[in-house]
């Protein structure tokens, strides 16, 4: 009898699991802004912010997001991993900042574009580990848009 509870127990707790990974809806994740927190003589620093959407009924807290920043059609200027936990409630969103420093090296044709025409196109792609009452899931975004120095 111990046997036959142990594995009906074991397949309640799949299919759970399985059902839980069907209600999950994924974050959804917009670039906001981008700032510009200080130029130097070999690099800079951004801030880049993000837009969360948690369309779920229940809360999600992100405990890690990896990113890549690109300018133009293809450099990569920055990435990197950020290890600060954000709870977005359920049917909510928030904004999430991520700090990006940054070289020159590797950026002419996007600072030739930036001088030229006074705005330059980024995408901003990578993955973020959320927890939620229906288990951890890691989510890709990834989102595009122009930079302009006169102002969005």
Known sequence: ??????????????????LA???FQN???NLRDVRVMGLGTTGGNLEVHLSVYNPNNFRLDA?????????????RMANGTVDTRATVQA???????IPVSFTYSGLGTAAS?????GSVNYMVRGDVTVSSVAGNFTVPFRTTGSYNT???
């Open 1 to 18: 009898m111990t046997k036959k509870i142990a594995v009906f127990a074991l397949a309640l707790t799949a299919a759970c699991a399985g």
């Open 21 to 23: 990974s069907q209600v």
């Open 27 to 29: 974050p959804i994740v």
């Open 63 to 75: 405990s890690q997001m990896k990113y890549n920043v690109f300018v133009g059609d293809s450099v």
């Open 91 to 97: 049917g909510d969103s928030t904004v999430v900042k």
């Open 113 to 117: 574009q930036l001088l030229r025409t």
């Open 150 to 152: 006169m102002g969005r």
